[in-house]
């Protein structure tokens, strides 16, 4: 059973950096691609980014590449998303979710396994 445990959420200035962390705290997530999602308050859900788990390719979306870094543990039980040069327009609670599928997907509903979320708030 994936059971996935986000952290590291905050306030911050506009500039500033967080770094979000993703554990399973169940198992270990080898064999599971893990991505990052957002959403800010009356919008949908948007890709953020992701990880391959075995290749350890990783995706972002436009609106995030070049400030933020997504990575894992060796152990594959932890998955970070390093976001840099922080944006007002960054604010929204941030979600780790976990696919079993053979290949990477952008799309929320490819993920089976999510976390409850942590909130990321931006001041500018």
């Known amino acids: 059973q994936v059971q996935l445990v986000e952290s590291g959420g905050g306030l911050v200035q506009a500039g500033g950096s967080l770094k979000l962390s993703c554990v399973n705290s169940?198992?270990?997530?080898?064999?599971?691609?893990v991505a990052w999602f957002r959403q800010a308050p009356g919008k949908e859900r948007d890709f953020v980014a992701a990880?391959?788990?075995?290749?350890?390719?990783?995706y972002y979306a436009d609106s995030v590449k070049g400030r933020f870094t997504i990575s894992r543990a060796n152990d594959y039980n932890t998955v970070y998303l390093q976001m840099n040069s922080l944006k007002p327009e960054d604010t929204a609670l941030y979600y780790c979710?976990?696919?079993?599928?053979?290949?990477?997907?952008?799309?929320?509903?490819?993920?089976?396994?999510w976390g409850q979320g942590t909130q990321v708030t931006v001041s500018s």
């Open positions: 169940e198992r270990t997530s080898k064999g599971y691609n």
């Open positions: 979710a976990a696919s079993s599928e053979l290949y990477v997907d952008l799309e929320a509903p490819k993920y089976q396994y």
């Open positions: 990880i391959h788990w075995s290749s350890g390719s990783t």
